[in-house]
């Protein structure tokens, strides 16, 4: 079983709308978790801590489920400039990457 | 400048060649790791510095990868013998404490690899 699980997509929404992503981790040690985010050819960037009592970053909100070993990231109201790859992080030994979920969001 | 900096930016090599890649961490970030990414892949680890040594090295994919960080700063990843299947982008990341605190990565512009 992979370390970190993410659906691959990609997920096609239009502008406005609201999209979730979840991630399933295998290593139920694990204290630190992020969502980043990936543009076509650049590095990943950090977009968000996700905290245990869930956190919210503007139009983004990150929840943990450690019972469940999931993460879940929610972006309302989706922009043109959203789509991109979404890369789920988990803190293993190392910091371990999901293999990201690509959204295009569309006019 | 403040970042992660990476060099070269762009390796073009022939197939059993060997390379040297570059990173030069934030200033003051004693963790530093390597990661690289084939073409619409996801990151796959490769090693992992505390300083100067290397706690995790799983990651590794053969024993043509090395690598190596002096001065708990600058590390060089040393590919040998390269093969096709080399070629992706690596990429390296530091930050401040290592991956067991709630800290995030600061990734470089990585450096895109292509074995001929």
């Known amino acids: 079983r992979k370390e970190v699980e993410q659906d691959p997509g990609p997920f096609n929404v239009p502008e406005g709308a609201t999209v979730a992503f979840n991630c399933t981790y295998s290593n139920s040690a694990s204290q630190s978790f992020f969502w980043y985010r990936q543009d076509c050819r650049k590095e990943p960037k950090l977009l968000m801590s996700?905290?245990?009592s869930g956190n919210e970053d503007g139009r983004f909100t990150a929840q943990l489920n450690r019972a469940s070993q999931y993460i879940s990231l929610l972006i309302r109201d989706s922009k043109l400039s959203d789509s991109a790859t979404y890369l789920c992080?988990?803190?293993?030994?190392?910091?371990?990457f999901g293999k990201g979920t690509s959204l295009l969001v569309t006019p | 400048g403040a970042g992660v900096s990476q060099s070269p930016s762009n390796k073009v090599t022939e197939k059993g060649k060997d390379v040297e890649l570059r990173c030069d961490p934030i200033s003051g970030h004693t963790a530093l790791y390597w990661y690289r990414q084939s073409l619409g892949q996801g990151l796959e680890f490769l090693i992992y510095?505390?300083?100067?040594?290397?706690?995790?090295k799983s990651g590794l994919p053969s024993d043509r990868f090395s690598a190596e960080r002096t001065g708990g700063s600058v590390s060089t990843l040393t590919i040998q013998r390269t093969q096709q299947e080399d070629s992706a982008v690596y990429l390296c990341?530091?930050?401040?404490?290592?991956?067991?605190?709630?800290?995030?990565?600061?990734f470089g512009n990585g450096t895109r690899l292509t074995v001929t």
């Open positions: 990341a530091s930050n401040p404490t290592g991956p067991l605190n709630n800290s995030p990565l600061h």
């Open positions: 992080v988990v803190s293993g030994y190392a910091l371990n």
């Open positions: 996700v905290y245990s």
């Open positions: 510095f505390q300083g100067n040594s290397a706690p995790d």
